[in-house]
């Protein structure tokens, strides 16, 4: 009965005690101050509060956004675009404090909602919004080679979807 003395018994004691309020004390820490972003990933309706400079018509933009945590990758596509088209993603950017900012380029025929010529210029986009009630947000959008940043609205689809049932 050597193994059980005093000495050893206190050791493993004071070890798993430790390992228990070690434990504890990150499993408080990780539910009082990490928290998982709002999923923001689906499609919205982009509205712009006014219309694009050097474009015969620009018509509402879709803004597909999938997300992986804090970062995200977008599309912009015309509004008229199917929903299971697979568009490459051509925006990346980062949602922090209910922030989410977006960079890429994207196509003049689809900023413009223009069929698609042979030679699409890309213009370099940069997108700001900032998340509202329930899944909404604001935002501006600007173009390089355009002075002017552009306000706008996006509205989730599916909320979309049943307001316009209702």
């Known amino acids: 009965m050597n193994h059980f003395n005093f000495k050893s018994l206190a050791f493993y004691g004071v070890a798993i005690v430790?390992?228990?309020?070690?434990?504890?004390?990150?499993?408080?820490?990780?539910?009082n101050n990490l928290k998982a972003p709002p999923n923001v990933?689906?499609?919205y309706r982009l509205t712009l509060s006014e219309?694009?400079?050097?474009?015969?018509?620009s018509d509402t933009l879709t803004l597909n956004i999938q997300q992986s945590g804090i970062y995200l990758n977008a599309s912009v596509l015309p509004a008229n675009t199917k929903t299971d088209t697979d568009e490459k993603h051509s925006l990346a950017g980062i949602f922090r404090n209910q922030q989410l900012n977006l960079s890429g380029k994207v196509g003049r025929s689809i900023l413009c909602n223009i069929p698609r010529p042979q030679n699409d210029p890309l213009n370099s986009?940069?997108?700001?919004?900032?998340?509202?009630d329930k899944g909404n947000m604001t935002g501006q959008?600007?173009?390089?080679?355009?002075?002017?940043?552009?306000k706008f609205t996006a509205v989730p689809e599916k909320a979309e979807?049943?307001?316009q049932k209702l």
Do not use: A, D, H, W
């Not at 219309?51 to 018509?57: F, G, R, S, V, W």
């Not at 986009?125 to 998340?131: A, E, K, N, R, S």
């Not at 959008?141 to 552009?150: C, D, R, S």
């Open 18 to 31: 430790s390992v228990l309020l070690l434990f504890k004390t990150v499993s408080v820490y990780g539910e």
């Open 141 to 150: 959008l600007t173009i390089n080679g355009i002075p002017q940043t552009l």
């Open 51 to 57: 219309n694009l400079p050097k474009c015969e018509k």
């Open 125 to 132: 986009v940069t997108i700001q919004m900032q998340l509202v």
């Open 161 to 163: 979807e049943k307001s």
């Open 41 to 43: 990933n689906g499609r």
